[in-house]
T-cell receptor, first 116, second 114 residues
Framework: NAGVMQNPRHLVRRRGQEARLRCSPM?????VYWYRQLPEEGLKFMVY????????ESGMPKERFSAEFPKEGPSILRIQQVVRGDSAAYFC??????????????FGPGTRLLVL | AQSVAQPEDQVNVAEGNPLTVKCTYS??????LFWYVQYPNRGLQFLLK??????LVKGSYGFEAEFNKSQTSFHLKKPSALVSDSALYFC????????????FGSGTRLQVQP
C-alpha cells in the first residue's frame, strides 16, 4: 500500500524559470494539502484541495503560485518565475474523506527546490 | 488564530532515560492535536493524535502524549529513549470548526546519547 508520492524529490531551477511539483495521494484519499518548510523552520500551510476543487488557499502567496488537483492524475503545485526565496522543501499530505473530523494527514517525502 | 509553541529547540537525553518534548497550543474551539517525527531529508511520519476521549494517547514506537486542557498542553513522552529516536519532532493543531489546515510548531530536535 504505497504512501503519498512526490516527484521530483529534488529540483533545481534558475531564477525566472517555472517549477512544477507533483503529488499522488495515498490510495483512497481524496484530499490533498501542500505545505512549505523553510530551513530550520516548521511547516506552513499553503493550500487544501479536493478533486477539481480548491477548498482553502489562505496560505498561498498571491502571485506566481498555483495549485490544482484534476479529476485524473496527480496534484500539481506550480511556481512561476521562481526567486531565491522560493528555495524550500515542499511537502504534500493526503487524508481520507471526512468521517466526523480529526482525520490524519499523511505526508510524502517532499520536494526540495533549490533556486540558483 | 491558531498557534503552537514548542519552547525547546533541542532536548538531550541519555539512552534508556524517559523523554519529554513539550508543546502548548492556542485555538478557538476544541483542538485536534498531532505529533509528527521527521528524520533527515525525509517527510513527516505520523506518531499519534488527540481528537477526543482519554487524555492519554498512545502512538507508534512506544510514544505517548497527554492532553491537558487547563494548561493547553500536549507533551510527547516516552518511558525509555532509544538512540534511534533522535530526530526532529513537530507538534501540530487544528480546531474543530471545519478548517483542515494544520498549524505546526517550530520543531524540537531530540538527541539521544548512547
Amino acid at each position: 500500500n504505497a504512501g503519498v508520492m512526490q516527484n521530483p524529490r529534488h529540483l533545481v531551477r534558475r531564477r525566472g524559470q517555472e517549477a512544477r511539483l507533483r503529488c499522488s495521494p495515498m490510495k483512497g484519499h481524496s484530499h490533498v494539502y501542500w505545505y512549505r518548510q523553510l530551513p530550520e523552520e516548521g511547516l506552513k500551510f499553503m493550500v487544501y484541495l479536493q478533486k477539481e476543487n480548491i477548498i482553502d488557499e489562505s496560505g498561498m502567496p498571491k502571485e506566481r503560485f498555483s495549485a490544482e488537483f484534476p479529476k485524473e492524475g496527480p496534484s500539481i503545485l506550480r511556481i512561476q518565475q521562481v526567486v531565491r526565496g522560493d528555495s524550500a522543501a515542499y511537502f504534500c499530505a493526503s487524508s481520507p474523506p471526512t468521517v466526523g473530523g480529526g482525520e490524519t494527514q499523511y505526508f510524502g517525502p517532499g520536494t526540495r527546490l533549490l533556486v540558483l | 488564530a491558531q498557534s503552537v509553541a514548542q519552547p525547546e529547540d533541542q532536548v538531550n537525553v541519555a539512552e534508556g532515560n524517559p523523554l519529554t518534548v513539550k508543546c502548548t497550543y492556542s485555538v478557538s474551539g476544541n483542538p485536534y492535536l498531532f505529533w509528527y517525527v521527521q528524520y533527515p531529508n525525509r517527510g513527516l511520519q505520523f506518531l499519534l493524535k488527540y481528537i477526543t476521549g482519554d487524555n492519554l494517547v498512545k502512538g507508534s514506537y512506544g510514544f505517548e502524549a497527554e492532553f491537558n486542557k487547563s494548561q493547553t498542553s500536549f507533551h510527547l513522552k516516552k518511558p525509555s529513549a532509544l538512540v534511534s529516536d533522535s530526530a526532529l519532532y513537530f507538534c501540530a493543531v487544528r480546531d474543530d470548526t471545519g478548517r483542515r489546515a494544520l498549524t505546526f510548531g517550530s520543531g524540537t530536535r531530540l538527541q539521544v546519547q548512547p
